[in-house]
């Protein structure tokens, strides 16, 4: 059973900075894919950026290009997203979700997500 714990969250400024972390827990998730995700105050949930297991490769929301990174730490179990020069459009709550490197392209775990509030 894989579980993945968000943190990290809370309210800053616009301009601020903020790092989001997620502890995930099973094995073998080195070669996972693990994505951030956040869903804006009523709306639907949107991508934000991905790490992909082994190569590391990323890939970001145009929103999130040039503002945040996102990165693991395979030893940790832990992935993490870098938030800079935030912005109020930025207010949402944020998923971290895992999936398999084959197979669907759905993401099969998701956490519970994290706030994160930015003011003008």
């Known amino acids: 059973q894989v579980q993945l714990v968000e943190s990290g969250g809370g309210s800053v400024q616009a301009g601020g900075s903020l790092r989001l972390s997620c502890l995930a827990s099973?094995?073998?998730?080195?070669?996972?894919?693990m994505a951030w995700f956040r869903q804006l105050p009523g709306k639907g949930r949107e991508f934000v950026a991905v790490v992909r297991g082994t190569v590391g490769a990323t890939t970001y929301a145009d929103s999130a290009k040039g503002r945040f990174t996102i990165s693991r730490d395979n030893a940790k179990n832990t992935v993490y997203l870098q938030m800079n020069s935030l912005k109020p459009e930025d207010t949402a709550v944020y998923y971290c979700a895992g999936r398999l490197p084959f197979g669907s392209s759905e993401y099969q775990y998701w956490g519970q997500g994290t706030q994160v509030t930015v003011s003008s």
């Open positions: 099973g094995r073998g998730l080195s070669s996972w894919h």
